[in-house]
Structure formats: structure tokens, C-alpha cells
């Protein structure tokens, strides 16, 4: 049964990349509209945006990360919503393969989609004078927190492609989730904000996350932030993983 899942979702996950390849505004969506909020916040605001940094970039870079796999998971609710109204899930059914492999295919290309797209970003930055002294340790940390980050927020894609009822509600769950990362300390440190805007902001998921893997890149201490980091990731991981699993039996029984 295993290789039988294995098997399936393989194939399936072949489908679904040929599909991004050939979607050439998905690419240039997820990959080019983060990369041109970097270079309007680096070279446009970034003189007047106090970091307490010598490199803003290095700053940013942490949340426009998080941003660009918020942008890239929008996709993933849009292509299920359309698998889902355009019948191929039924004819799936009828099929002799695994049922939760047609999921983990859509899952399993948010993930492959959004790497390639933090690669993007990452040289980019580079290019604008991006550097980190992190060893090979921090940055096997900084891309396990990203992956584990991308499959959360692709398992809450799953739920809103399963449950929209227009093409247009599937993808726009994600406008709050790249919005997040402005009240956060992405762009400017908490402690310039008012008293309630800065008790959201560090007490909400992007924070910690951020401040982990910026203290990884500069080789600073994380303190308990990668860990408030990880809980967040796994806790909305699991969370997510239940709902988006019991709204697809739902949707095929």
C-alpha cells in the first residue's frame, strides 16, 4: 500500500509540475513580486528605516522570504479549486490509486514551486549585498524552518481550494498571510510601534519565525525564537493537516 502511495503521488506530482512549467505568469507571480518588494524596500525606503543594522537587506530578507512563500501557496488553492470544479478528482476516484496521494501531489509541487522561488529571492539578495557568516548547521536550520513553513501554509491552501466556491475565493486566503509579515518585525523592529499594534506583532507566528532565522544569518543567539518558531510551524502544520484531511473526505464520500 506504501509503494502504491508512493507510486501514485509520484506521478501525479509529475502532472502537476508540468502544469506550473507551463504557467509562465505563476512563475514570474511568486518569484518577481517578492524580489521587487525587496528592491523598493532596500533602495527606495530603506534610508529612512531605522534596523539598527549596517545591511537593511540582510534585515529584510528573513520576511521577504516568509512573503514570497505566502505568494507562492496562492497557487495551490487555485490549481485544486480547479482540478476539483473541472471533475478530475472524480475521474481520479475511479481509478485504482491511492485517494491521498492526489493531495499530496498538490502539496509536494507547493513545496518544489516555492524552493525554487526562495532560491531566486536568496541570489538576488546576494546581488544587492546580502552576507552571512551561518555555517552549514544554520543554514540546514533556516531551510528546514522554511520548508516546514511552506508545508503549513500549503495545508491551509488545501482547505481554502477545497472549500471556495469561486476560483477567485480560493486563491484570496492568502492576502491576509502576506500582509502578516508588515505588522511583524520584518521590515522595522517591534519596539517602534505602539503599545497594541507591537503587542500583536510579537506575539503572532511571523515574528518569532523571523527573528529565528535572522539571528541564524548573522550568526546571532536565537534564544527560545526558533523554538516558539518550530511550535508555530508544527502546531498550524498539524492543525491544518486535520481540517484540510476531513474537508476532502468530506468532498469525495
Known amino acids: 500500500m506504501t509503494k502504491h502511495f508512493f507510486a501514485d503521488t509520484t506521478v501525479l506530482l509529475g502532472r502537476s509540475l508540468r502544469h506550473i512549467t507551463r504557467s509562465v505568469d505563476t512563475i514570474i507571480t511568486t518569484a518577481i513580486t517578492p524580489i521587487a ?20 537587506v540582510t534585515y529584510l530578507l528573513p520576511g521577504i522570504l516568509l512573503i514570497t512563500i505566502a505568494s507562492g501557496i496562492a497557487y495551490t488553492a487555485f490549481r485544486l479549486f480547479l482540478d476539483m ?99 511583524s518585525s520584518a521590515f522595522v523592529p517591534t519596539d517602534t510601534m505602539p503599545g497594541p499594534v507591537r503587542a500583536f506583532a510579537e506575539n503572532q507566528p511571523v515574528t518569532s519565525i523571523v527573528n529565528a532565522i535572522r539571528g541564524l544569518f548573522t550568526q546571532q543567539p536565537v534564544g527560545s525564537d526558533i523554538w516558539i518558531a518550530l511550535a508555530w510551524c508544527v502546531g498550524i502544520l498539524v492543525v491544518a493537516y486535520y481540517f484540510a484531511m476531513a474537508s476532502y473526505r468530506r468532498r469525495i464520500s
Not at 524596500?41 to 545591511?55: E, H, R
Not at 509541487?109 to 539578495?125: C, E, G, P, R
Open 37 to 56: 518588494m525587496m528592491l523598493l524596500f532596500v533602495y527606495v525606503l530603506g534610508g529612512a528605516i531605522k534596523s539598527g543594522t549596517d545591511s537593511y
Open 85 to 183: 470544479k473541472g471533475g478530475i478528482f472524480e475521474r481520479f476516484q475511479s481509478m485504482p490509486i491511492a485517494r491521498s496521494s492526489v493531495l499530496w501531489a498538490h502539496v509536494l509541487t507547493s513545496l518544489v514551486a516555492n524552493l525554487i522561488s526562495l532560491v531566486v529571492v536568496v541570489l538576488v539578495a546576494l546581488l544587492m549585498g546580502f552576507r552571512s557568516g551561518a555555517g552549514v548547521l544554520a543554514w540546514l536550520a533556516v531551510v528546514g524552518m522554511l520548508i516546514l513553513f511552506t508545508l503549513a501554509l500549503t495545508w491551509l491552501a488545501v482547505i481554502a481550494g477545497l472549500s471556495a466556491k469561486t476560483v477567485d475565493g480560493a486563491s484570496a486566503f492568502s492576502y491576509p498571510l502576506i500582509f502578516l509579515p508588515f505588522i
